[in-house]
């Protein structure tokens, strides 16, 4: 039993129509969904599951058994029984600039080429990355820096490699407490910029914009120092702009 991850292929995609596999307070199954899955720093969504005569809100996603995804229902909520035909719909406004922000993250990690990422976290408000770092650059270079990058508007897209390809190219993880999720035989690429010469290549399984320029205005908003050798940086999105309007219905 595995589900469907619809935002592999389309990030955009805030609705679809699926099936329930199991419903219970600890979580609903679907057959497929557009909800990602709380991981790699990045949060669950949020959202809505329909279905003729009833509704209940879904307050977030998390990874379930033998890969699928669990939509959290809210307490006391009424659940739809196995089999029936259901409309999942994420809040996409905070999805969207959960997108932005990690896209402005793989922008920060290629600001900083050869420093490991030992942590992070994405928010809506304000998000993070932990560097292997003895010193970093000065707030306000970093910020220019990162709003060059999104002012080129760089295309933003992805490619699958096998485990062995990885193995003979370590220096594609920058991560170094959490390592690529292994067993399928193939690991997906994030890639900005073109391919032959890429801005940021890493191993990523979250969800990202279509082209650095919807990023929209980046601030580094603090640096921290966290240990002799890791340097905290904050960036928030102090434009809201106008969110990105979702795809159709998968």
């Keep these: 039993m595995t589900t469907e991850l619809l935002f592999r ?16 307070p600890e979580g609903i199954l679907l057959d497929r969904t557009p909800f990602y899955a709380q991981g790699g720093g990045q ?11 009833g509704e209940t809100p879904i307050l977030r996603a998390v990874k379930g058994p033998e890969e699928t995804v669990l939509h959290l229902p809210a307490d006391g909520a009424p659940l739809p029984a196995v089999g029936t035909p259901v409309t999942a719909r994420l809040d996409w406004a905070p999805r969207h600039r959960h997108m932005r922000m990690h896209t ?7 600001l900083l080429p050869g ?41 933003v897209g992805e490619r699958w490699i096998t485990e062995a390809e990885l193995d ?17 035989g193939r690991i997906r690429l994030v890639r900005i910029g073109p391919e032959a010469a890429p801005v940021d290549l890493q191993p ?34 102090p434009d809201p702009a106008a969110e990105g309007a979702a795809g159709g219905a998968a």
């Design 204 to 237: 990523c399984g979250g969800t990202h914009v279509r082209r650095t320029g919807e990023i929209g205005r980046v601030e580094v908003a603090k640096l921290e120092n966290k240990g002799k050798q890791n340097r905290r940086v904050y960036l928030v999105l």
């Design 115 to 155: 420093a490991g990422v030992t942590g992070g976290q994405i928010g809506t408000e304000r998000s993070r990355l932990d560097f292997d770092l003895a010193e970093p650059p000065g707030r306000d270079w970093l910020t220019e820096a990162l709003n060059r990058l999104v002012g080129e508007d760089h295309p």
């Design 9 to 24: 292929t389309d990030a955009y995609c805030a609705e679809a129509g699926a099936t329930v596999l199991a419903a219970g």
């Design 104 to 110: 402005a993250l793989h922008l920060l990690c290629s």
């Design 168 to 184: 003979a190219n370590p220096g594609l993880v920058r991560t170094l407490s959490v390592q690529p999720p292994r067993g399928a």
């Design 43 to 53: 949060p669950g969504d949020a959202g809505t599951l329909r279905w003729p005569g």
